[in-house]
């Protein structure tokens, strides 16, 4: 229950009392999601986005921190998204295709060099292969 | 094969995603993964699981962090302000909260306590598993409504026929003699089929339960005895298990314990096989079983009912002399099992329960309604402010409804108090003999259904004064500065017609536990039709296996007697199948020659009574005409009978029942002769309404069952024989037990307990409505001077005397409290005719209404007088300044 209470007061009281993460870092998990999306390519809907956390990251996320994090994503300026045309297996919805901005680009390297840099040296504690 | 997912969760979900877009996206990808999978079932559970996780999460955590977060969360964040705002608002006026919570609560708590009582024996008076298939087949008169005992052969049929129901069990009483210690004592035991248990549910904690094998005579000697009785003679030793017990003389061999709390039915201790020997197998006369049975799965009562109708009617005609005209009654357990009186009399306590609720909401409305004028400033500001109505509306509520889940806790907390009281205060056989009595407690429905209740309460609490507040007053109340009561009008009227409502409910439940009172003290104290000084009564139930035959219980009885008369201070004795007060009113049927019934479920019932023929003498019962029984009377003379004057008005208005014959088929074949009328006498059982037909025979021509009563009257103090009586009867037969040695009076007492909790619940709810009523009339009358101290300051100043003003400001209070009672009046009219037809022993008592009316009166005078009398101690000086 603890973990949920505090994700429940940081969503609603984190920026009154100033821990909202800075927008110009991306957490692990929002890297992950954009990771996915670039890998996926014009194909980046919320199902094989889904899929290749599972099979790449081993990550077994649930559905809706998946649409969470997207929203929060495109709300950030990451990402940006559009509709594709009815699919008939959808009930005649759309699919809603994402892609990663340059901004989106631009924050991955940031996080990526961050944690180069944070690593650099530490391959006798870690071992090669990162 | 469809792909469409299930309609109700994708309703659901679709309805939480308030954006288009987002709704597009997601019930899309959702249904796209669901035709993906193939497994039918198992993909619409997972869908349904998915939706529903997502609209909870939707719903709950509409779109945290994202840009239009102001937008979407002002709901949450406004619930959110408005319970912080309305704690502030609590906390700063401690004293007006704490009065409002505690009147809810109490109201509340007297609710919870009635429902849990209600829940406890209405609706789920068994803890058995799956009790709602559990079904109670008994025979019946075709066309009558008395439910009969079922005869062993029917039972055996229907157990082989029925399809519709499985499982079968039957049961019996059985006193059973446990002997071998000191005393012999008495124990409530059952004799049941092996399947008793299994139907049930119930699996002894230690050994086992019985097995088929034991339906068999010759393996009947084995026993289950209960937790209470095991933990009492045997220290709770699992060891017990596999050993032998004497009962009535013979080894029975313990060979499981029943689990804590399972005493079924209605308080018994200990359980034994019942074993059918051929010849009982094939009898159909002797009806003495229960039977009980599971619905098979997917049938219903009335679908048992019907598949018994055809079976009863195939028996009838293969076995016309004893299944002729008998039919079969299928009715859930709960039904069965209901005493007949608790629906209505819980109807009753509810309604009464309710009111209170209904009195404590209107008090606390008008202490809102008040509040409401003073609190005008600052909705009249928020108004000003840009608050919308609605806005201010739901603020209101918040405040109510937070104060009224904070007295649903000490709601709950009083309704766990009051329930550990009843189930302590019933005397522990009556509570055995109510199904149900013994689980009360405060079970999860209670505490969910007293939370919503405060909800709801609080919702239409809030609405009654904000509906007032929003509308058409900001313009006046900024305008007029400081100074009150314009627009207070309408505000003062609606309080009054509050405090009206409520003397009148107070007054109408305090008349209605007044009367309940004052009938079970008339019932306490009403001529018994016999002298109850001086009388000790006990029960005394022969062992079966030693008293089979009607000539050894006879012989028994006579043998009894003579010891009983023979002992030093008694005046005289007798024995009887039933005495008043003892509990029951055993009724028989009666064929009367001059009065001949055409249609069987019409036979005429009336309390049968076998006695010996010192039972008037002893009892100082008068013989009003005729003659009483002698000893003459014996198993050679003729047979004859005595009725009560009850009875003799019944059936021979105004001629003389002396010499006219009747027969008791349920006794025996042979034609009674009336030799005498008797006065009539109460068994004081008020719960069957009070019926005073009743005939009486001599123990000679008719032995009484397995069970008999002896009553003796002392010369001293009749308890003082308690021990020589004892040892009497343990010098005619040690495996004799005795029990319930009583004086007539403690008996009579007992008897009385049922309804003194009636009277006792019902008398709470009058107080605390009566206590509310009071403080509404003291807060209105107190609020409505403060409002009124500048218009007295002006009329003092004036030249009226402070005795002019008190006048007027009583005049008022005099008009409101008048029409209060009179209402009150009137309602209790009513609810005391709908409780007389309920309640035989009720009767409307002048008397009772005037005290309690006067009474309610006089307290509300002063709780008018008080604060009027105080507003005028105030300087008219002093007021005027200050404005």
Redesign the interface.
Known sequence: LRPALRRWYYAYFGDKIGLTREPAFIGEFEQMVLLAVLQLGDKAYAVPIREELAMRARRKITRGALYTTLERLEAKGYLRSRFGDPVPERGGRARRYYAVTSRGVAALRTSREAFRKLYQGLDAILGEGS | MS???PRIPERLLSWSLRDR??R??????????Y??KSDTLGRRVWYTF?AL??AV??SV?R?????NQVKEQTTMSNLRADVKYALRTILNQPGFSLVVALALALGLGINATVFGMMDSILLRPFPFPEYERLVILSEKVRGGSERDAVSAANFLDWRKQSKATEQHAAWEGWDAALTGGEETERLQGARVTPGFFELLGVRPVIGRAFIAEEELPGHERRIVIGDGFWKRRFGANPQIVGTEILIGGEAHRIIGIAPPGFDFPGGTQIWSPLAFTPYRASERARRSLTVAAKLAPGRTVSGAQAEADVISQRLAQEYPDTNRERVVSVETLSAAFRPGIAGPLFWILLASSGVVLLVACMNIGGLLLARGVDRRHELALRTALGANRMRIVRQLVTETVVLGLVSSVFALLLARAGLDVLRAGMPADLASQTAGWNNLRLDSRVIFFIPALSILVGILMGLMPALGAGRHELWNVLKEGGRSNVGGQKRQRARQTLVVAEIACALALLIAAGLTVSSGIGLLNQPGGFDARRLLTLRIPLPENQYQEPESRREFASELLSRLEALPGVEGAAVANVLPAGGSNPLEKLLIEDHPVTDPAKTPRVGYRSVSSGFFETMKIPILRGRPFASSDREQTQPVAIVSAAMAERFWPGRDPIGRRLRIPGVGEQWLTIVGVAGDVSMYNWWAGIDFSAIYVPLRQAPPAAGIQAVIRAQGDPLLLGGPVRAAVRSINPLVAVHKVLTMRQAIEQCQSGLSIVAWLLGLCGAVAGVLSVVGIYSMMSYAMSQRRHEFGVRMALGASSGDVLRLTLGQAVKLTGTGVIAGVLLAIALGRMMAGVLGVLSLDAQVFLIVALSLAVVGLVAAYVPARKALKVDPVAVLRAD
Do not use: K, M
Not at chain 2, 24 to 33: K, N, P, T, V
Not at chain 2, 63 to 67: E, G, S
């Open positions: 792909h469409e997912p877009e987002y597009e996206e997601i019930l899309g990808d959702l249904q796209e993964e035709a993906s998915e996780r997502l999460r939707f955590r779109r945290v962090n994202t840009q």
